[in-house]
């Protein structure tokens, strides 16, 4: 491609290769966690499976686990580019969660965190 007034090439400037717009912001993309709240026994599993999945996420992000007091629970590395990441209800230090109210915080470079709280019985 050339400039039609003066005829020299356009500068080639680096672009997504996807539809150009913006990566969408985590406010936007409505991060929610399923089941919620998680039954240990829930009719619905075929089998029990103890995990829950977070939806929606950006293609790479941290989610931060907190219990209802405050205390870290888990940290979630999600790398792999889906939009979902799976949490199989095991604490950072290998002891499975107990009954309660949690809430994540989902950081993603320097967008600003969005948080959100799930629910476990056991």
């Known amino acids: 491609m050339t400039d039609s007034e003066s005829g020299a090439p356009l500068a080639v400037t680096p672009q997504?290769?996807?539809?150009?717009?913006?990566?969408?912001?985590?406010?936007?993309?409505?991060?929610?966690?399923?089941?919620?709240p998680y039954k240990g026994t829930a009719l619905f599993e075929?089998?029990?499976?103890?995990k829950i999945m977070f939806t929606n996420l950006p293609r790479s992000c941290k989610i931060s686990i907190f219990s209802s007091t405050g205390d870290l629970v888990a940290i979630i590395e999600h790398t792999n580019g889906s939009s979902t990441e799976f949490w199989d209800l095991v604490s950072r230090n290998n002891q499975d969660v107990v009954s309660g109210l949690y809430l994540y915080?989902?950081?993603?470079?320097?967008?600003?965190?969005?948080?959100?709280?799930?629910v476990i019985i056991r």
Do not use: W
């Open 46 to 50: 075929a089998r029990y499976e103890e």
């Open 105 to 118: 915080v989902v950081e993603a470079g320097k967008q600003e965190a969005v948080s959100g709280k799930f």
């Open 16 to 36: 997504k290769l996807y539809s150009g717009l913006d990566d969408p912001t985590l406010d936007e993309l409505d991060i929610k966690v399923v089941p919620n």
